[in-house]
Every structure is written in C-alpha cells, then in structure tokens.
C-alpha cells in the first residue's frame, strides 16, 4: 500500500485545517439559521447528556475502551477525542447507496468510521481520497468508512466529484436533508464539516475529530487495528 502521505501530505494538512477552522464557523452559522432537520441545532462545544436509553446505559459503560482508543490515536490522528461520555449512535439515519432509508444499527457487528462530508468543504474534500484508501485497506466483516454526503440537491454533484477522483472503495451513502448533520451537531460533536466519528460494533460513540486527518497513513491503521481488537 502506499504511503498515506501521497494522499494528504503533512504540510498540506496545516493548511486545509486552516481552511477548516474557517469553514466550521460558516457551516455552523448556516445550520443555526436554517433550522433544517429533525432537531434545532445545539451548542457544539459541549456534548449532550447521555439519555437512560437502555442503549445509552450499554455505551456509558465504555469510557475504559474510549480512553484507550483516544490513546491509540497518535501522529496524524491525534485530534480523535475520547467520548465524553461513550454514547448510542444507533438511530443516526441516512440513505443507503440504493438511495433507501437505513441507521447506523443496519451496521451493527462492524466497527465504523463515520464521516460526514459534502463537495463544497475543501477539506472534505482533499481527505476523501486517504477514507477511500483506508477503506480498501481495512475494510471487510469487521470495519467500514460510512463516508455520508450531505450535499443538499439531488446525487448528480457529489457522484461526479466521486467519479472525477477515481473514488471506488466507499459505498455512496447519502442524506441531503441536513437532518443528519444537525443531530450530530445538537450532541455537540460536530462544530462544522468534515466530522469524523469512530462507533463500535454495538452501535457506541467511542471517539470523534472535527476537521481533516490523514486517514490513508500508518497512523490511522493502527487506529483500525486498536479498534477492531477490543
């Protein structure tokens, strides 16, 4: 496998987390004035509590495995923050790439990468090619990149974006209602776009990043591999 640094080269990743910070604060303007989706968007510097959901009870448990996959993130992954506290992600809805309703518990069994990304963020767009090879290396029974788009519109945009970079390791999952986005974002995990969360088989927030990372590199493998060995 090549080195992640063809993908997103380190001196690249200072300036697109620049761009980052920039375009967090206007995603979140946008999202606080639109009032889209299904909950009214939340403070995201703080988390939410986790709710007395069976469900929530089962991730509260996991700070253990939280902190140890926080310590886990080193090198270019290092902005993975632990959850505080763990909690369920089950519900987070989307399309599948057969365009059909679908959660995060259709994918129960499987350690998930979560990223959600849309073709007007520079920076999600530079790290789609690093979560496809991640994705081509890791993937299978027990991993996947459920990279979700949530451009507004229809899927002629961020399809041909897909197509134009070569793009062919990461199922086409989809939301263009916001929804997503902002229930991430009233949890107080998502201060903009990209937002990347790491979810256990058991559907458990375990950690989570705002903005880029090299998600092609040795560091990121590790992660999988700490991950998916717990």
Known sequence: MADGNRFFPASRLILVALVAGVLAGAVAVYVRESGSGNNAPGNAATQVAVGDSADDKVCAAKADESRKISDAATGHVAALLPASPPQSLKTLAFNDPDGKPMSLADRAGKILLVNLWATWCAPCRAEMPALDA????????????????????????????????????????RDPTLKLFNDVKTRGLALGLPVTMLVDSEGCLIAYMNGPAEWAGQDARALVDAATGL
Not at 144 to 168: C, M, Q, R
Request: aromatic letters at 10%; charged letters at 30%.
């Open 134 to 173: 991640l994705q081509k290396d890791k993937g299978g029974d027990r991993f996947e990149v459920v990279a979700v788009n949530v451009d507004t519109g229809d899927d002629a945009k961020p399809k041909k974006f897909l197509s134009d970079i070569a793009v062919s390791n990461l199922a086409f999952y």
